[in-house]
């Protein structure tokens, strides 16, 4: 695959993304890891308050739980704020990986990150696949509208090690253009996509969800999976100590301890046990 037209379209439509201006491991994989799940205008003020909190590896190693916990607040799934903080205290022991095999041996660390910091942070050649990336290869290599993930070990063997550069401007095709529904007019690699003529003749059915739907948990008749009420319990958490007699009506206002209180004694558990709060027999705190 002649991926120059790629390149000449970047070298104009690039985005001006903060993680894009450094190679500081430590920078980029703050970065990956407020990225998973997480949009990227959503992690922009995030990146920037929280770098500003903990600059370096070593001062989020020494970084209490509830320190973590307030500066992650309001990003969501909570637990890769300590997640990031314990990967930190490993290389303040072990030192910074160098090669991608050693991002890997880390605890939280799965083969996408390990290829993502090699590749931007060590500028090395590889193939990190996510999502996007998935679904731009499997288009133009694979001719495969919506890929499952299946192919993956395929998409690495054919596309090859690329340039870090490559990557980004893979990134931003698939954002601007290589969507779920693309704009394949508009692609600068459509002449050797695979797929762009089933998707400009109009055959293609675009599916509702590119992505199977999570399951999420949902307690008897509440109104919300148990997800939001965890968070409601952790920023309660945050606010100072909560009594745990009071808690329950304090996240549900339909709250009733006959049917309730075993599913509230989980979340509570389930919290603690993450490190996101701390719990005696009185109350909860961060």
Not at 52 to 67: E, G, I, M, V, Y
Not at 105 to 134: C, E, W
Not at 160 to 179: H, S
Not at 205 to 216: A, G, L, Q, S, V
Request: proline share 6%; net charge positive; aromatic share 8%.
């Amino acid at each position: 695959m002649n991926g120059a037209p790629l390149l000449r379209w970047y070298a104009k439509e690039k985005r001006d993304l903060p993680w894009r201006r450094t190679h500081d491991p430590y920078r980029i994989l703050v970065s990956e890891i407020m990225l998973q799940q997480t949009q990227v205008s959503r992690v922009l003020d995030f990146y920037a308050r929280w770098l500003k909190t903990f600059p370096t590896w070593h001062t989020l190693a020494r970084a209490s739980n509830a320190d973590v916990v307030h500066a992650w607040s309001g990003l969501g799934y909570n637990r890769r704020a300590l997640l990031l903080r314990d990967i930190a205290r490993e290389i303040t022991k072990r030192g910074v990986p160098k090669t991608e095999a050693e991002w890997l041996g880390l605890k939280g660390i799965g083969p996408y990150t390990a290829a993502a910091l090699s590749a931007f942070a060590q500028q090395k050649k590889t193939v990190p696949i996510d999502t996007n990336i998935r679904r731009v290869l499997a288009r133009l290599l694979r001719g495969k509208p919506f890929p499952d993930g299946k192919d993956d070990a395929r998409l690495k063997r054919v596309i090859g090690l690329r340039e870090p550069e490559f990557w980004q401007a893979t990134f931003d095709l698939a954002v601007a253009i290589c969507k779920k529904k693309p704009d394949c007019a508009a692609c600068p690699m459509r002449t050797q996509c695979r797929a762009s003529k089933k998707f400009l003749s109009g055959t293609v059915k675009i599916p509702d969800r590119m992505i199977k739907k999570t399951y999420e948990r949902v307690h008897r008749n509440k109104r919300y999976p148990d997800r939001i009420y965890r968070g409601r319990i952790l920023k309660l958490a945050r606010a100072g100590k909560t009594e745990l007699r009071m808690l329950g009506e304090m996240i549900d206002p339909s709250f009733d301890p006959a049917q309730d209180r075993d599913w509230l004694e989980s979340m509570v558990k389930r919290l603690a046990k993450d490190g996101l709060i701390r719990i005696d027999k009185n109350g909860i705190w961060v």
